[in-house]
């Protein structure tokens, strides 16, 4: 499975942005989605997960801000972003788990100016 994620970009705070997340293939079978973010000198956290079709779980500081969520016809799964803080400034990167494989797209570089 290739990823390819896009939709980053500089946005003022309050701002938004939707990330999109490509799969070379069907996602039919791919039960675990998942964005992370790398701020500047921290490692790498999950944002957001998504079980299955709409079994979702958040990291505490998106919560009510960002949105999950996977389109199977197109095969991409999406992060939407709205209320965007200064801190959540960072690369963010698409995961997919198949078959107990975990595969990465090459992130996506989200700025957000105060």
């Known amino acids: 499975v290739q990823l390819q994620a896009s939709g980053g970009g500089l946005v003022q705070a309050g701002g938004s942005l939707r990330l999109s997340c490509a799969a070379s293939?069907?996602?039919?079978?791919?039960?675990?989605m998942a964005w992370y973010r790398q701020a500047p000198g921290k490692q790498r956290e999950p944002v957001a997960t998504?079980?299955?079709?709409?079994?979702?779980g958040y990291v505490d500081s998106v919560k009510g801000r960002f949105t999950i969520s996977r389109d199977n016809a197109n095969n991409a799964v999406y992060l939407q972003m709205t209320s965007l803080k200064p801190e959540d400034t960072a690369v963010y990167y698409c995961?997919?788990?198949?078959?107990?494989?975990?595969?990465w797209g090459q992130g996506t570089l989200v700025t957000v100016s105060s």
């Open positions: 995961k997919v788990v198949l078959r107990n494989v975990a595969y």
């Open positions: 998504l079980f299955g079709n709409d079994n979702a």
């Open positions: 293939g069907s996602i039919f079978n791919i039960n675990t």
